[in-house]
C-alpha cells in the first residue's frame, strides 16, 4: 500500500478513536479532506481487519465501528489500535507465500530454497500462478533481513530455519514470565508498538500451549494514553533521519486547522488547494508529553530558527540532504540548553513560579497526597519552606503557560504566590469557573 | 526498522496463527534487549531465566534511543515491578483464593483478611501498583496498593466459590458506574484536539452539534475515580464545564470557591519582591 494511503488511515483512526462517533459520514470526511467514497473504502477496509484479528463473533461484527473502540475499561489491556500497523496490505499471494514458507520452517525443520520452492508449489490449485526460485530467493531474503528466520550452519546450499529460540528454549512458566514482562513494559515505557506486536504473539502461544486454560490477562493500566500509539508510526522514520543528521520533508496540519488530511490526487482536474503547509526542518529531539498523551517533534530551521511540530499533523515525511556533524551538534545543544528549563516544550523566557500548597487536613497519620503528588509530578522544582499546614514549592520554568493546567489542577490546595501575572490570571480563572457552575 | 513491515501484515498474521507458528522478528527482540536493561527486568525474572534471555538475544542490537527521545510532564517512577506480581498474577490465572494482611502504619502486620484477587492494575498516574480484590472478610470489591500489603498467601477455593465471587465483581463495578457530561466551551473549540487528547484516557462518547457547533463528551466512570476526573477538569480551567453530574458540579463549584477565598485571604505578596 501506498505510504500516503497509510497517513491517512492513521488520522482516520484517531479521530475516530478521539471523536468516537461525534460525526456524521459527511461531516467525518469533509473534516478529514477526503470523499465521502473514501470514508467508506477507508471503513470498510478497516473493519475488515479488525474482524479478523480480534476474532469477533460474528454477531459483533456487524457493530458500529467505534462501538469496538470504546475501550471496556476493566475487561482487558488488549490494544485495539495496535491493528493499524497489521493493516498493511499485501498481495494475496505474496502473503499466502509467506505464510507456507513460515509454516513449512516450523516444527523445527531446516529447509533449503529449492524445498521451499517445492512446498510452495504443491499446495497450489492450477489456476494460481507457481513462483519461481527467483521469487522464493527474495521472500527469504526478506524474512532473513526482518529477522524471522536466520540460515543454519553449514555449506551450501544455505539452509533455513525460523528464528523462534525465545519461545523454544523458554519452559512455559519462563514464558509466562516474559509475557508479563513484555506486557508491562509495553504498557508503561515507551517506544511500545514493537513491545506491542511482540506480546501479541506471545500471547497466542501461550494459549497455544496450555489449550484448557486461556491465558488470562491478569493486568490493567490505568489513565493510560492508548492512541499515544498511532503516532509511533512515525518514530523509526524520525529517528532514523535524526541519527543520520538529515532534514525532513513533510506535509504539516495544525492541530487547529479544521482538517487534518488532504488527498494526494494524481489527476489534476481534481486537485485542490491543501490546507496543509509543506515544510522543511532539520529533527533533533522527539518529546513525549505524559500530560496528554502526545508527541512533538523538535526542529530547527535556517530561517525559522527552533520550531515544534505536533506528530499528529505530520504527513508524507521523507528524508531530504543531510547536515555537516558540527552543525547538527551546535544546534542540538542549544536546543537542549532551550527545553532545559521548559515544563514542556516551551522555549520561552525562564520565571520563577512560586507556589504554596496546602496539606490535607485530617489526622497526621493518613498520607500527605498533596505533598506525594507535588514531589512525583512536579519535576525539578523543589520544596522551599515547610509548615505544619503548608510548603511552598518553587521552581524555574519557561513561561507559565504549560505549568498552569498542572497547578490548577490541584484546585483550592494550591494557591500561586508568584510570579503575580499567574496568580492574577488564576485568580480570574477561579473566577470565571465559578460563574458556570452559579447560580445551583 | 518500521513497524509496518508487510510481516506483520494481518493476512500473515492469522495464517500463522492457523499453522501454530510463533514469529518474532529483530525488530521486536531489539526492543525486548532495550527493555532488558531497565532496572525492573530483575524482578520480572529469576536469575536464571534472565540470563538465558540476555544469552538469547546477544546476537541482536539494542534499540537506540541515545537521549533522542524524551519525556515531559511525566511522574517519576516509582515502581514498574513489584514482588509481590509475580505471586499475585498466577493466583488470579488459577482462580485461587488469597489470605492477606496488611502492614499497618505502627510496623505491625493488620488482620487478615481472605479473598478473590481479580487484577493487578498499575496507576499511570501514581506509578505503582495496586490489587483489584474482592473482600471475603469485608463483602466488598476493594483496591489495595502492594506496597500496603505485608504478607500473602494462597488458599483454595472452590470453583462454586470463585464463580460466585466473580459475579459479585461484575455486578459490584456495574453498580459503580457513573455518568457525567462534560461541555466544551464553544469559543475553545480551536483547542478541541488538545481537550479530547487529555480525556482518551477515559471511556467516552463525544457528540458534536453542528447548530451550535458545540461538543460534548459523555464520560463513563466507576464512582470511586471521580476525584480524578475533577482533577482534569480543573486541569483543563475554563475550557470545559461538566453540565450533567451533580456531584461533579458541587465539588467544582466547591473548588473554585474555596480557591477564591484562598487568593483573597491572603493579599498579593508579589508586589515587594517585582518592585
Sequence with gaps: MAKESFDKEIQFLRMLVLTSGAYSRQQFAERLGISVHTFDKTLKKLKEVANTLLEQPPEAQGQVFTDAFRSNYYESADPLLLFLFQAKSLKETESLRISRILAALSDNQELTMKDLLDICCSGLDLDSAFPDEKTIRSDLKYLEEVGAVVKGAGPRPYRYRLNNDLVRQLSREELLDLFDFVDIMANTQLPSVQGYLLRDSLKKELVRQDEKKQAIEPFLYKYHYYSRILDEAHLSVLLSAIRGRRKIQFLYFSPKASTSYASQNTNPLFERESSGRTETALPLKIVYDHQYGRWYLLTHSKHQGIRKYRLEGMMQIEEGEAVSGELFLAEKSALEQKISTSWLIDTGRPVTVRAKFLNPQRSSTTRNFVKERVLLQGQWGTITEEAPHFFIYEITVNGTTEIKPWLRSFGSSCEVLAPRQLREELMAEWKEILDYYEPF | ?275
Excluded at chain 2, 79 to 96: A, E, F, G, K, M
Aim: glycine share 6%; hydrophobic share 35%.
Design chain 2, 1 to 275: 526498522m518500521n513497524p509496518f513491515e508487510k510481516i506483520f501484515n494481518y493476512r500473515v498474521t492469522s495464517r500463522m496463527e492457523d499453522t501454530g507458528v510463533f514469529l518474532s522478528t529483530s525488530h521486536e527482540r531489539s526492543w525486548l534487549k532495550l527493555m532488558l536493561g531497565h532496572p525492573s527486568a530483575a524482578a520480572a525474572f529469576s536469575g536464571v531465566t534472565l540470563e538465558k534471555l540476555q544469552t538469547l538475544l546477544a546476537q541482536e542490537a539494542p534499540l537506540n534511543l541515545a537521549g533522542d527521545l524524551i519525556h515531559k510532564g511525566s511522574t517519576q517512577e516509582v515502581q514498574v515491578y513489584h514482588p509481590l506480581v509475580r505471586v499475585l498474577r498466577r493466583s488470579i490465572q488459577n482462580h485461587q483464593g488469597i489470605q492477606v494482611s496488611m502492614g499497618l502504619n505502627n510496623g505491625q502486620p493488620g488482620p487478615e483478611q481472605s479473598g478473590l484477587p481479580y487484577r493487578l492494575e498499575y496507576s499511570m498516574v501514581k506509578r505503582e501498583w495496586y490489587l483489584l480484590w474482592y473482600s471475603w472478610t469485608r463483602r466488598d470489591f476493594m483496591s489495595i496498593r502492594l506496597q500496603k500489603i505485608a504478607a500473602v498467601c494462597e488458599i483454595p477455593a472452590s470453583p462454586e466459590l470463585v464463580r460466585t465471587t466473580q459475579a459479585e465483581i461484575q455486578r459490584i463495578l456495574e453498580s459503580r458506574r457513573q455518568c457525567a457530561v462534560i461541555e466544551i466551551l464553544p469559543g475553545y473549540n480551536k483547542e478541541l484536539s488538545r481537550i479530547l487528547y487529555a480525556f482518551s484516557c477515559f471511556e467516552k462518547e463525544v457528540r458534536y452539534d453542528e447548530e451550535k457547533d458545540s461538543y460534548s463528551i459523555s464520560l463513563t466512570y466507576l464512582g470511586n475515580e471521580g476525584e480524578y476526573v475533577l482533577s482534569k477538569m480543573r486541569f483543563l480551567g475554563k475550557r470545559v464545564k461538566i453540565v450533567e453530574g451533580s456531584w461533579l458540579k458541587k465539588r467544582m463549584r466547591e473548588s473554585a470557591l474555596k480557591a477564591l477565598a484562598l487568593y483573597q485571604a491572603s493579599p498579593d505578596q508579589t508586589q515587594s519582591s517585582q518592585e
